[in-house]
């Protein structure tokens, strides 16, 4: 394997922040604070009931108490608006995450919107959106969150690094590049009509794809020595999970780079976690005499400026 790029363990880097985040509501069981989230789930995708499944399992395991709400694919907009409504009024839930996408015929922008953003674990309220772009405290995405995370505790410094971020949704693109921004990098944002994406690749020291096409990017579109993560989760003509990344030609000329499954994917299971923890603590205000994960972690508490 000699002269192959480091591949990221994202199942170890997660597991040491789920056990960070067991311990953190540990503490604030001790303090009679019970963090609760709620999981909303509607219709019955399969990738969606998949996600939902480990969701619940993993915040079962580090000690919150787990709500899953399933509601029928033909629920309608304004029954699931009043579902929000209720959990939003509920003190025993610190965290809602409406499950993404919704069944046709319902439009995610105000059920998002209608989240207490103080519980929008998800990060994607407007006004934690805001928060990020501002360089306020907030909620931040959970994906965006994890790819940062992993980068730190891979010994990954983004500073004065070229970041190329292929790909600009709201769930990873564009907050991933705020976020970039916070650690002093230099971030280029490429998409579907980016003029010669292979040359912008060609000058990146990190490359993050987020696109949704398979093995989009090639190895030999690579630096040599760049850092690859891959956000890509799609299906291969076998059934098997296969990222944006094409990634053995990758890893021939990468410094490091992230499997698919088993990279980024555990990490947003992690952050999530992290996000309610954060969460519960500051609608308890115990904020200010909680440990490091719930004043906000290495992803979210770093100085911007010039």
């Given at each position: 394997?000699?002269?192959?790029?480091?591949?990221?363990?994202?199942?170890?880097?997660?597991?040491?922040?789920?056990?960070?985040?067991?311990?953190?509501?540990?503490?604030?069981?001790?303090?009679?604070?019970?963090?609760?989230?709620?999981?909303?789930?509607?219709?019955?995708?399969?990738?969606?009931?998949?996600?939902?499944?480990?969701?619940?399992?993993?915040?079962?395991?580090?000690?919150?108490?787990?709500?899953?709400?399933?509601?029928?694919?033909?629920?309608?907009?304004?029954?699931?608006?009043?579902?929000?409504?209720?959990?939003?009024?509920?003190?025993?839930?610190?965290?809602?995450?409406?499950?993404?996408?919704?069944?046709?015929?319902?439009?995610?922008?105000?059920?998002?919107?209608?989240?207490?953003?103080?519980?929008?674990?998800?990060?994607?309220?407007?006004?934690?959106?805001?928060?990020?772009?501002?360089?306020?405290?907030?909620?931040?995405?959970?994906?965006?969150?994890?790819?940062?995370?992993l980068l730190d505790?891979?010994g990954v410094d983004?500073?004065?690094?070229?970041?190329?971020?292929?790909?600009?949704?709201?769930?990873?693109?564009?907050?991933?590049?705020?976020?970039?921004?916070?650690?002093?990098?230099?971030?280029?944002?490429?998409?579907?009509?980016?003029?010669?994406?292979?040359?912008?690749?060609?000058?990146?020291?990190?490359?993050?794809?987020?696109?949704?096409?398979?093995?989009?990017?090639?190895?030999?579109?690579?630096?040599?020595?760049?850092?690859?993560?891959?956000?890509?989760?799609?299906?291969?003509?076998?059934?098997?999970?296969?990222?944006?990344?094409?990634?053995?030609?990758?890893?021939?000329?990468?410094?490091?780079?992230?499997?698919?499954?088993?990279?980024?994917?555990?990490?947003?299971?992690?952050?999530?976690?992290?996000?309610?923890?954060?969460?519960?603590?500051?609608?308890?205000?115990?904020?200010?005499?909680?440990?490091?994960?719930?004043r906000g972690g290495?992803?979210?508490?770093?100085?911007?400026?010039?």
């Open positions: 394997m000699s002269g192959k790029g480091r591949v990221l363990d994202g199942n170890a880097i997660a597991a040491e922040v789920r056990a960070e985040v067991a311990r953190e509501v540990q503490a604030l069981r001790a303090r009679g604070v019970r963090p609760g989230l709620a999981v909303v789930l509607v219709g019955e995708d399969p990738a969606s009931a998949i996600y939902v499944r480990n969701k619940d399992r993993a915040a079962g395991e580090a000690g919150f108490e787990v709500r899953t709400l399933r509601l029928e694919a033909g629920t309608s907009q304004a029954e699931l608006l009043a579902h929000v409504a209720a959990l939003n009024a509920d003190a025993g839930v610190h965290g809602i995450l409406v499950q993404l996408p919704l069944p046709a015929g319902l439009d995610p922008a105000p059920v998002v919107a209608a989240i207490d953003p103080a519980k929008d674990v998800d990060g994607l309220h407007p006004l934690n959106v805001a928060a990020l772009v501002m360089d306020r405290p907030g909620l931040v995405p959970c994906t965006p969150a994890g790819c940062i995370e505790r891979s983004l500073k004065g690094r070229h970041v190329v971020v292929v790909g600009r949704s709201m769930l990873v693109g564009k907050p991933l590049a705020h976020l970039a921004l916070r650690r002093h990098a230099t971030v280029t944002i490429c998409h579907s009509r980016t003029r010669d994406l292979a040359a912008v690749v060609r000058t990146a020291d990190v490359v993050v794809a987020a696109v949704g096409r398979a093995r989009l990017i090639r190895g030999e579109w690579l630096k040599p020595g760049a850092v690859v993560l891959d956000v890509g989760m799609n299906r291969g003509a076998d059934g098997k999970l296969v990222g944006d990344v094409d990634f053995e030609a990758a890893r021939e000329r990468a410094a490091a780079i992230t499997p698919v499954p088993g990279g980024v994917g555990p990490m947003t299971i992690a952050m999530l976690l992290r996000n309610t923890a954060i969460a519960a603590a500051r609608q308890c205000g115990l904020e200010d005499a909680s440990s490091g994960p719930v290495t992803a979210l508490a770093r100085d911007g400026g010039a």
